[in-house]
């Protein structure tokens, strides 16, 4: 049976307080075939001189001022070589050692070409404050607010070929237009894994003041309408709504 190799991206920029966390849960992993990308944007605190302690771990090392976020993960994308691609961010963590397996198994016996699963939102001292369940993917269920957790998000490397990267042109919304175009726009192999896989800490920049968040309305409205939302007004109100249920 082939053995998938995984090109993990993670992006950071002055996280001294939470890379050490991050990178740690990925060393942990059982699953070894794991080609590690860490995209840096020029940190000026204590970040690099963290991560050259794990250097040992890390195939590729890149420091360099980037666009931001999206442009990093980007360059993360370009240096993959593995066949399937995701992204841990510097604040978040797995939440087991078997995450990677779970994913190549999913690619392996499923034939996927794009997995995805649960998260949690956790406070500074990993207590849980939000609880985001998936569930299996439907047809059409973007038209009715849905979305996967993105750092939850894996796929093969030749959909990035395919579709496109990450466009700089929807703010703190590229991820979800992404996962737009690749999943809502396209009939491709799509699967659920049934387990909590990153523990992510709460602060979003999209949702860290009333400014940014109108923002990320906006972005994720053009992202709708970019990419064949029925009816985006009407899922630009339910999406937030489904956020609800998170909190019980």
Same mark, same amino acid.
């Given at each position: 049976?082939?053995?998938?190799?995984?090109?993990?991206?993670?992006?950071?920029?002055?996280?001294?307080?939470?890379?050490?966390?991050?990178?740690?849960?990925?060393?942990?992993?059982?699953? /070894?075939?794991?080609?590690?990308?860490?995209?840096?944007?020029?940190?000026?605190?204590?970040?690099?001189?963290?991560?050259?302690?794990?250097?040992?771990?890390?195939?590729?090392?890149?420091?360099?001022?980037? /666009?931001?976020?999206?442009?990093?993960?980007? /360059?993360?994308?370009?240096?993959?070589?593995?066949?399937?691609?995701?992204?841990?961010?510097?604040?978040?963590?797995?939440?087991?050692?078997?995450?990677?397996?779970?994913?190549?198994?999913?690619?392996?016996?499923?034939?996927?070409?794009?997995?995805?699963?649960?998260?949690?939102?956790?406070?500074?001292?990993?207590?849980?404050?939000?609880?985001?369940?998936?569930?299996?993917? /439907?047809?059409?269920?973007?038209?009715?607010?849905?979305?996967?957790?993105?750092?939850?998000?894996?796929?093969?490397?030749?959909?990035?070929?395919?579709?496109?990267?990450?466009?700089?042109?929807?703010?703190?919304?590229?991820?979800?237009?992404?996962?737009?175009?690749?999943?809502?726009?396209?009939?491709?192999?799509?699967?659920?894994?049934?387990?909590?896989?990153?523990?992510?800490?709460?602060?979003?920049?999209?949702?860290?003041?009333?400014?940014?968040?109108?923002?990320?309305?906006?972005?994720?409205?053009?992202?709708?309408?970019?990419?064949?939302?029925?009816?985006?007004?009407?899922?630009?109100?339910?999406?937030?709504?489904?956020?609800?249920?998170?909190?019980?």
């Amino acid at each position: 049976m082939q053995e998938f190799k995984i090109s993990l991206i993670t992006v950071t920029y002055n996280v001294r307080a939470t890379i050490d966390r991050c990178i740690e849960s990925v060393v942990a992993q059982k699953y /070894k075939n794991v080609e590690y990308i860490i995209i840096d944007g020029g940190s000026t605190d204590t970040t690099i001189e963290r991560i050259n302690k794990y250097k040992d771990h890390i195939t590729v090392f890149v420091s360099e001022p980037d /666009k931001g976020v999206y442009d990093a993960m980007n /360059k993360g994308i370009r240096h993959a070589t593995g066949d399937i691609i995701g992204t841990l961010n510097a604040d978040d963590f797995f939440a087991s050692d078997d995450i990677l397996e779970s994913v190549a198994a999913m690619f392996t016996e499923q034939n996927a070409d794009i997995a995805y699963g649960d998260l949690d939102y956790v406070d500074e001292q990993g207590k849980i404050i939000r609880k985001w369940r998936s569930k299996n993917y /439907k047809r059409g269920i973007f038209n009715l607010g849905w979305m996967p957790p993105h750092p939850t998000f894996y796929c093969k490397r030749e959909l990035f070929d395919r579709f496109g990267y990450y466009s700089l042109d929807y703010g703190t919304a590229a991820d979800y237009e992404l996962m737009l175009r690749f999943m809502h726009m396209n009939s491709i192999r799509i699967c659920y894994i049934n387990k909590v896989m990153v523990k992510m800490q709460c602060g979003g920049m999209s949702n860290n003041s009333p400014t940014n968040r109108v923002k990320a309305w906006k972005s994720d409205l053009r992202a709708m309408r970019s990419n064949g939302i029925q009816f985006p007004l009407l899922s630009l109100i339910i999406k937030p709504l489904r956020k609800i249920v998170q909190y019980f």
